[in-house]
């Protein structure tokens, strides 16, 4: 068998350091009430409140709140800040269990570096300045040979603001986070495609004052994205109209008036219908069209043959519905929302599927009205006094010429490509910095992704939990949780500018460091003093925070301020002259952009695949306990939701002869067998054609010792991608699966290979 350079390595209870096991030791009812053991009984309140603002870090809402911590000095909760818009006062449940990642024993406490003792591969505990010392001596060697064009930072978090500093310093431009082409970008280049902005997050959706909230594969209430879910239920309590489109009936679905249970892969069908009605029937908001658009005429005739009737045939949505339902769009116009969704990436045609949304909200003016679309404000915070950074001599188009030419943001799937040796390539990257996102987890089609890695010079994995991500590291740095440090001041768009300070409630457990000071460290080993002028993040947030007018004493006091909107501008006035960003002035529905980039001007219809006899597709979703990966062994949140579950409707269970409640592997269309097994749920609520899990669970990692082995991995079965040509977005929603009620010997014995490494 061929050994590869970089083999997994499991993080050993040697590893993690005797030095840590002291500063890991807590004592009292607060650490019982943190590992769930008491969970339900009643925690006595402190005698003595000490508290700290910060703004969450479970999910990239980021949610303003306050720490509170006891007369001991532990932490105690963590709640919401009332003057946040992103939360009200009011944390979801992941929010709450945040507390979960500092008291978790399964943190990652030590440096550690890859080296090799007897013939075999391990890790080795280090101290801050021999791991710095490492990376630093790669980095440089990299440098030298290839460019510093060919190191990478892979990022989804807060702390990617320093490293992604420091890398700019070095001479790299290639930062990119994959929630870009794994999620949300299709939406946004569609956006700017069609009027010039982005939908932005969180996104600029009014739907406080919405009239109708159309929901087309958008799980609000289930993906907890806290201000979304709280201003959707005083929509509902006003009356709001609730339409989701999705093959499962879920948790928005049974807050809906209509419910379109429709056949997955056809949503682009049922999107050129309502557009056909709207137009046909002339239901659309006639001035707003006539004063705002370009290529309405086109944009008719190009409708013409997309009616009810050939969408019925497809979607299995019956025409009388779908004529139903535009009528209740175009009777709350312009108060209306065809939400854009996060998670976008399904079929390969996402960029011209969200294009056809934005086209709806346009043809009923929803974009810039009250109830629709608002134009959201923020503060301009400048950066603390740098040099100039180097200027690249290639960058990521350079490394992939004529591709995603209309991406607005690096793609990361591209960067793994890119790292895998080919001879035309102008630079195929050695060195990836990977923060706080578990790639093994996060991108599609594992075997390209550890082709990448093990093609790389340098990997190193900076994060507060062993993911699987770690094991192929050749330098493991453990990041402290964002309840332990300052970061980068919250500055995000919404009605009114607001900015939120994240401040450490107490020291960092084990050896454990915040990535501001990583950063620095790392940046002053490389050479690069002159780009960290500074003492500590004091420093710069007290420097940054007074050129708005407010001070780091200030928002330590406060948590959050609001500034005031610099012109009345949230919502346009009727009739009133408006320039959008786009090449002719106008909201493009017939987009010149993609007609100049070759690709089609308007959204068309194009089939996809189908399930081979025996196999269901593979639909996945989010959880409100959980957080993609990161979350599935936080102590509090896994008492709520200890592992996924497999929907399967009761007509398929039927057929294979199982139960509600009985474990079962998936075997995808390329053979590719579960790790672990998933407990079956049998209920109506998804269609016979699909199955559905939630994702982030089926960890490998022994080190997550409430996690590993939990439900199965929705990823781990995604190897037929459908890359969007248009922006790189990888579509995984065309993989299907087949139900194993035994698992093969052979498969058997490969799972426990997987797990032993």
């Known amino acids: 068998m061929k050994t590869n350079r970089r083999e997994f390595i499991k993080i050993s209870g040697t590893a993690v350091g005797a030095a840590a096991i002291g500063a890991s030791t807590l004592t009292g009812s607060l650490f019982n009430w943190a590992s769930g053991s008491i969970l339900n009984q009643s925690v006595p309140a402190p005698t003595f409140l000490e508290r700290t603002p910060t703004y969450c870090e479970i999910c990239f809402w980021k949610c303003a709140g306050w720490v509170t911590k006891n007369e001991d000095g532990e932490i105690w909760k963590i709640e919401g800040h009332k003057d946040d818009p992103h939360c009200n006062g009011r944390l979801c449940p992941r929010g709450t269990g945040g507390v979960g990642m500092y008291y978790d024993e399964d943190r990652l406490k030590q440096p550690l570096i890859r080296v090799e003792e007897n013939g075999k591969q391990v890790f080795k505990e280090a101290s801050w300045e021999e791991a710095f010392k490492v990376i630093g001596n790669k980095m440089k060697a990299i440098k030298e040979k290839y460019g510093p064009e060919c190191m990478a930072l892979f990022t989804h978090g807060s702390g990617g603001k320093f490293l992604g500093h420091m890398l700019k310093a070095y001479g790299s431009p290639h930062i990119t986070a994959p929630s870009f082409a794994q999620c949300r970008g299709p939406r946004e280049v569609a956006f700017y495609s069609t009027f010039g902005e982005g939908v932005l997050s969180p996104e600029r959706t009014d739907i406080r004052d919405t009239r109708c909230l159309v929901l087309i594969g958008s799980h609000i209430g289930e993906n907890m994205h806290n201000g979304q879910v709280q201003e959707m239920s005083e929509a509902i309590d006003k009356g709001a109209t609730i339409i989701t489109v999705d093959p499962r009936f879920s948790t928005a679905a049974s807050k809906s ?12 069908a049922l999107l050129l219908a309502w557009i056909n009605v709207i137009i046909t029937e002339e239901w659309y908001d006639k001035p707003y069209v006539e004063k705002y658009t370009f290529g309405f005429d086109q944009l008719t005739t190009h409708i013409q ?14 025409p009388k519905t779908i004529r139903e339902t535009a009528r209740e769009m175009a009777n709350a116009a312009p108060a209306v929302i065809i939400h854009p969704g996060r998670h976008v990436t399904w079929y390969g045609d996402d960029t011209q599927r969200l294009r056809a949304v934005a086209i709806l909200n346009a043809l009923l003016g929803s974009w810039g009205r009250r109830g629709g679309f608002y134009f959201p404000d923020k503060v301009s915070v400048p950066d603390f006094p740098h040099p100039p950074y180097p200027e690249p001599k290639k960058t990521w188009r350079d490394l992939m010429p004529g591709k995603y030419n209309l991406a607005t943001e690096i793609v990361s799937n591209g960067i793994c490509d890119a790292t895998i040796p080919s001879p035309e390539a102008a630079c195929n990257f050695k060195g990836w910095i990977v923060n706080g996102t578990n790639l093994i987890h996060t991108l599609p089609d594992q075997k390209k992704t550890l082709a990448a890695i093990e093609a790389l010079e340098l990997l190193v994995v900076i994060d507060t939990m062993p993911m699987e991500i770690t094991g192929y590291a050749d330098v493991i740095l453990p990041e402290c949780t964002y309840l332990e440090r300052y970061d980068a001041i919250r500055n995000s768009p919404h009605r009114e500018p607001v900015i939120s300070l994240r401040m450490p409630a107490t020291e960092p457990k084990y050896n454990s460091k915040p990535d501001w000071w990583i950063a620095k460290e790392l940046g002053k080993e490389l050479g690069l003093d002159a780009y960290f002028q500074y003492k500590d993040i004091e420093e710069v947030l007290d420097w940054e925070l007074k050129q708005i007018g407010s001070s780091l004493a200030e928002m330590q006091k406060i948590g959050v301020k ?11 006035i009727d009739g009133q002259d408006f320039e959008f960003n786009t090449n002719t002035g106008k909201i493009e529905l017939y987009s010149t952009e993609m007609a100049n980039n070759g690709f089609d001007p308007m959204p068309v219809y194009t089939p996809h695949e189908q399930p081979p006899a025996g196999f269901y597709r593979l639909n996945y979703g989010r959880a409100p306990a959980h957080t993609f990966s990161r979350t599935s062994n936080n102590p509090n949140l896994v008492d709520i939701m200890p592992e996924n579950e497999l929907w399967v409707n009761p007509k398929v269970a039927k057929q294979w002869g199982i139960k509600n409640g009985q474990y079962v592997w998936l075997k995808n269309q390329d053979e590719i067998i579960s790790s672990f097994s998933i407990k079956v ?25 409430r996690a590993f082995g939990k439900g199965a991995s929705d990823t781990e079965l995604i190897s037929n991608v459908k890359i969007d040509p248009i922006m790189g977005g990888t579509g995984m929603r065309s993989n299907f699966v087949t139900l194993l009620t035994k698992l093969p010997e052979k498969a058997a014995s490969e799972t426990e290979k997987t797990v032993e490494s």
């Open 257 to 268: 008036k209509f419910w379109l249970p429709i056949k997955p892969s056809t949503d682009m």
């Open 681 to 705: 749920r049998i209920t109506e609520r998804i269609r016979w054609d699909s199955v559905y899990m939630a994702h982030g669970f089926g960890h490998s990692n022994k080190k997550l010792t």
């Open 305 to 318: 043959t997309y009616t009810p009737e050939w969408a019925y045939g497809i979607t299995s949505i019956e």
């Open 562 to 572: 609001k500034f005031n909107r610099e012109y009345d501008d949230l919502y346009l």
